[in-house]
């Protein structure tokens, strides 16, 4: 057995950081989900007379409620949609930067600073921007933003209400500011990749009479699986949770284009309804728990098997 002096101090020196994680991140989380069993009521007026009646009887039927919901379903379907357009359009652009620059083009410092550049600014001051070139006024004089554009270049045809167009896929349109935001970012992370990738195994493989695009399908791009994973899994996270880029483009209110995180707001503020929040959250973090947790025992898996 080990004597206090070998792991008392490594002990005290972290003490502080896992009471905080404690009180700040599991307490909190398991706050919420007792918030969300609860059982509310609220008073309205009956016959001139204030009665209390039950809008969440507790229990895992607010669970039930709140899904079985036509509003729930709509925002999930809008997290769903935005989620696919904006992680398949993050990796492509970011796998295709990193692609152009790996090559050691003139001026990589340059273009490696414009493409990151997008990362420095936050969702909130993008999101202002980006409501004004993602304007649904359409036609001469009316028009702003990429319609005003379309306009000016005899291009009509390619108008569009973007996020708030009547359509199961407007949210598609709200992926392109996150796309622009985060492909910077994606694309550091394969670059590094590739740049840890020996020039001999390339060269190895052209002496063997592979082609470029055989290079990169045989030999790099394998290698580059786990951060194309961790990618994956970043940007996957993100999505689900984004709620300010959202906030700043279409307000806290809108149903056109209304998710998870944004409908948590009109909840707790708007309907002054806890509970309901409370299950939201708790539906939140599930959905990201399914993406995170089998990501994290995956990473200590392996190294685990590489130790």
Same mark, same amino acid.
């Given at each position: 057995?080990?004597?206090?002096?070998?792991?008392?101090?490594?002990?005290?020196?972290?003490?502080?950081?896992?009471?905080?994680?404690?009180? @700040?991140?599991? $307490?909190?989380?398991?706050?919420?989900?007792?918030?969300? !069993?609860?059982?509310?009521?609220?008073? %309205?007026?009956?016959?001139?007379?204030?009665?209390?009646?039950?809008?969440?009887?507790?229990?895992?039927?607010?669970?039930?409620?709140?899904?079985?919901?036509?509003? $729930?379903?709509?925002? !999930?379907?809008?997290?769903?949609?935005?989620?696919?357009?904006?992680?398949?359009?993050?990796?492509? *652009?970011?796998?295709?930067? +990193?692609?152009?620059?790996?090559?050691?083009?003139?001026?990589?410092?340059? @273009?490696?600073?414009?493409?990151?550049?997008?990362?420095?600014?936050? @969702?909130?001051?993008?999101?202002?921007?980006?409501?004004?070139?993602?304007?649904?006024?359409?036609?001469?004089?009316?028009?702003?933003?990429?319609?005003?554009?379309?306009?000016?270049?005899?291009?009509?045809?390619?108008?569009?209400?973007?996020?708030?167009?009547?359509?199961?896929?407007? *949210?598609?349109? *709200?992926?392109?500011?996150?796309?622009?935001? !985060?492909?910077? $970012?994606?694309?550091?992370?394969? !670059?590094?990749?590739?740049?840890?990738?020996?020039?001999?195994?390339?060269?190895?493989?052209?002496?063997?009479?592979? +082609?470029?695009?055989?290079?990169?399908?045989?030999?790099?791009?394998?290698?580059?699986?786990?951060?194309?994973?961790?990618?994956?899994?970043? %940007?996957?996270?993100?999505? *689900?949770?984004? @709620?300010?880029?959202?906030?700043?483009?279409?307000?806290?209110?809108?149903?056109?284009?209304?998710?998870?995180?944004?409908?948590?707001?009109?909840?707790?503020?708007?309907?002054?309804?806890?509970?309901?929040?409370?299950?939201?959250?708790?539906?939140?973090?599930?959905?990201?728990?399914?993406?995170?947790?089998?990501?994290?025992?995956?990473?200590?898996?392996?190294?685990?098997?590489?130790?």
């Amino acid at each position: 057995m080990q004597r206090p002096k070998n792991w008392l101090p490594g002990l005290l020196m972290v003490l502080p950081s896992i009471i905080l994680v404690g009180i @700040f991140v599991y $307490y909190l989380i398991a706050q919420n989900i007792w918030t969300s !069993l609860n059982v509310a009521t609220r008073r %309205v007026v009956v016959g001139g007379k204030f009665e209390e009646r039950s809008i969440h009887e507790g229990g895992y039927r607010n669970y039930t409620e709140l899904l079985g919901s036509a509003d $729930y379903q709509h925002a !999930l379907w809008n997290l769903l949609v935005l989620t696919v357009v904006f992680v398949v359009g993050t990796m492509i *652009m970011g796998l295709l930067w +990193s692609i152009l620059l790996e090559k050691g083009v003139r001026g990589e410092g340059v @273009f490696r600073s414009i493409y990151l550049f997008p990362m420095a600014v936050s @969702f909130i001051a993008a999101g202002v921007v980006w409501r004004w070139l993602l304007s649904p006024a359409k036609g001469e004089g009316a028009a702003i933003g990429l319609n005003q554009l379309f306009v000016k270049l005899g291009l009509d045809g390619l108008q569009s209400s973007w996020w708030s167009a009547d359509s199961r896929w407007n *949210m598609a349109a *709200m992926a392109l500011p996150a796309i622009w935001q !985060l492909s910077g $970012y994606i694309m550091a992370l394969f !670059l590094a990749g590739f740049r840890g990738i020996g020039e001999d195994q390339r060269e190895a493989a052209r002496i063997d009479g592979a +082609s470029e695009w055989q290079v990169y399908r045989h030999v790099l791009f394998p290698q580059l699986s786990p951060i194309a994973l961790s990618a994956l899994i970043i %940007v996957g996270h993100m999505s *689900m949770k984004m @709620f300010d880029l959202i906030y700043a483009i279409a307000g806290p209110n809108s149903y056109t284009a209304s998710v998870p995180a944004t409908l948590m707001w009109t909840q707790l503020f708007a309907q002054r309804d806890p509970v309901a929040a409370a299950v939201n959250a708790t539906i939140i973090l599930v959905i990201v728990a399914v993406v995170v947790v089998p990501y994290l025992w995956y990473t200590n898996r392996t190294e685990r098997e590489r130790g």
